[in-house]
């Protein structure tokens, strides 16, 4: 009678140790497993880059109030006194950085002291647009780059390998500025194929939904706005995507040359594929790593060349906003610039560490 | 029975930077259904380039193919590229010597195999894949399913030349090219794979020239063999009639090179090595004086 009764207790309490060693385990492989592993490390990067914007925003030499009261010679120190607190600049640096921390997590970024308007609309309207660009140029890059390197490490020791090779490494020498302002006044102004300042006439009237134009011509049903958002973007976007072309054709090539060389090369050869096949399938796979590793590095040092790009060209994204105020010493929205395209380039690393594990089947643990 | 594959005169050579070198310098060579043929000698010897010759993998700039290799009506050293290729995977194959870097590692085993089977057979992608899971039952891979998903890194090095040689044998070739398909493996291996090579072979009735520098896997498992010596074949024969009887110095060296366990002690300790000295010395004066004697076989052949 009391065998019965007393098994199911001792049942359960056999399978309590084991339900949380079965818990355990599995957020010890979670955690181990490298997706999940490299995901953790996101937020952990974010951290660092807001502690470091905000620890040079609070080096640089003359806070928002100084900036503020340059032009009012009628002002009070008391009034300045009153006008750090309201600015929370007055409390001790821990707590300014909670609330600059809170901030940001409520999406209240401060004020831009020269437009009035809020940071964080400011960056909304910029972060889609600059994403647009980098995206574009990276696209372009990517493209130009791989298919060039196969080509030189095709070719290789030819007059073509050579002829990619030189073209290749002028193309990164050449400084963002240089490139731009040679596309503006080439294209732009002597044959004056394409629009060198903005990213949409004016007279369009767009108005944005999600801010990326591909996005909101199919939303607002304005299938218009492409061909002049199009026409706009390719100066920009080919002028980054110059720079960065160079050094991807160089990458794939020697990544493509080594690849080619391994010997299951010579045994998909052995299986009767065309070289053709052979260059897709095996050899292209193989030098995917380096390949896309650089790329997505590029995709990072990208964003930071569309702060010049931007300027140039008047394109109004996250860039643009950065230098102007930097010029202004517009403080909230330098910050918040800067910590965006910080919080960018980690988004991306991210994204390319993933894309890594996707294509090479020896970094994913089982 | 009439060979499959007959080469005469074979000779390969490459234009290096240190002037031209001739690999294999006219040879000859018979492969028969259904038997295996060892070609034996020692690194450097062209045996490697003789098999990667007979698919038709050694061309390229800087390198000249003489003489002629008959396969089923055709020469393969005349051939043009694309008549190779169609040849290559469907009806001549060949398994490399090393399993780790010969298989790619992007891609998982049952898509390796299924490849030769859909660009050689046109099969579809399901058929190439039930294929796949069929050869790698066939090479001796337990539970072949999952097996086809895994990626070359997940096996062993054995394991992975029995996918290679499922990749080799998928399409039923008549000649099969292994070379030194064992010398990466652990010893206690490669008796299991070249076991699995000669039986699956005799079954297919594929012709195989193995190529190696063991006379004990000579003795073991090929029906006939040559024996190879900068770029010449020395001696050719039945297995059993060459190994009991060679005719040959290099042949009588090769095989006093094989390290002995138990032979009789003046086999072990040749008359040239010294006596005296540490005892724990000994072994490694004994095969000193082997390569010597070796080296000695071989002068007086060539001049």
Partial sequence: ?366 | MEPVLTAAGLRVGFTTGAGPVTAVDGIDLDLVPGQVHALVGESGSGKTVTGLTLLGLTRGRGVTVEGTARYGGRDLVAASEAELRALRGRDLAMVFQDPMTSLNPMHTVGRQIAETVRVNEGASRSAARARAVAMLDAVGIADPERAANAYPHQFSGGMRQRVMIGIALACRPKVLVADEPTTALDVTVQAQVLALVVELTRSLDTAVLLITHDLGVVARYADRVSVMHRGRILERGRTAAVLAAPQHTYTKALMAAIPRLHGPKRRRLSPQAPVEGPAEGAVVEVSTAVEVSTAQGVGTDDH
């Fill in chain 1, 1 to 366: 009678m009391s065998a019965p009764t007393q098994a199911p207790p001792q049942a359960a309490a056999a399978t309590e140790p084991g339900r949380v060693a079965a818990v355990w385990a599995f957020l010890v492989r979670t955690v181990r497993s490298p997706v999940p592993r490299r995901l953790l490390a996101v937020p952990v990067v974010a951290f660092v880059v807001m502690l470091l914007v905000f620890i040079v925003a609070h080096l640089l030499p003359g806070d928002p109030v100084t900036q503020m009261t340059a032009t009012n010679s009628q002002i009070t120190p008391e009034q300045v006194a009153q006008l750090r607190r309201e600015l929370g600049l007055s409390a001790p640096l821990p707590v300014q950085f909670g609330d600059y921390l809170k901030g940001i997590f409520t999406g209240n970024m401060g004020t831009s002291l020269y437009s009035g308007r809020s940071v964080t609309s400011l960056l909304g309207a910029a972060l889609p647009v600059t994403v647009e660009l980098a995206l574009a140029a990276w696209l372009i890059a990517t493209l130009v780059g791989v298919v060039t390197g196969m080509i030189a490490a095709h070719y290789k020791d030819t007059w073509v390998d050579g002829l990619l090779r030189t073209s290749a490494t002028v193309g990164f020498s050449l400084p963002w500025f240089v490139v731009a302002l040679l596309g503006a006044i080439v294209f732009g102004v002597e044959l004056n194929w394409l629009p060198i300042l903005g990213r949409m006439p004016n007279s369009l009237n767009y108005q944005p939904t999600t801010g990326f134009v591909l996005i909101d011509a199919v939303v607002q049903n304005r299938y218009e706005l492409i061909w002049p958002w199009f026409q706009h973007l390719v100066l920009p976007a080919t002028t980054l995507a110059a720079t960065t072309a160079g050094y991807l054709t160089r990458v794939t090539r020697s990544a493509f040359l080594d690849a080619r060389t391994q010997p299951f090369v010579r045994t998909a050869r052995m299986k009767g594929l065309t070289e053709r096949a052979i260059a897709v399938k095996h050899v292209l796979r193989n030098s995917a790593v380096p390949i896309l590793t650089m790329s997505g590095l590029q995709l990072g040092s990208l964003l930071g060349g569309a702060v010049i790009t931007e300027s140039v060209f008047s394109y109004p994204g996250v860039g643009s906003l950065l230098v102007q105020a930097a010029e202004r010493r517009d403080y909230f929205l330098l910050q918040g610039t800067a910590l965006t395209i910080g919080l960018l380039f980690t988004a991306v690393n991210a994204a390319v560490d993933l894309a890594v594990l996707a294509v090479d089947p020896r970094l994913r643990r089982d």
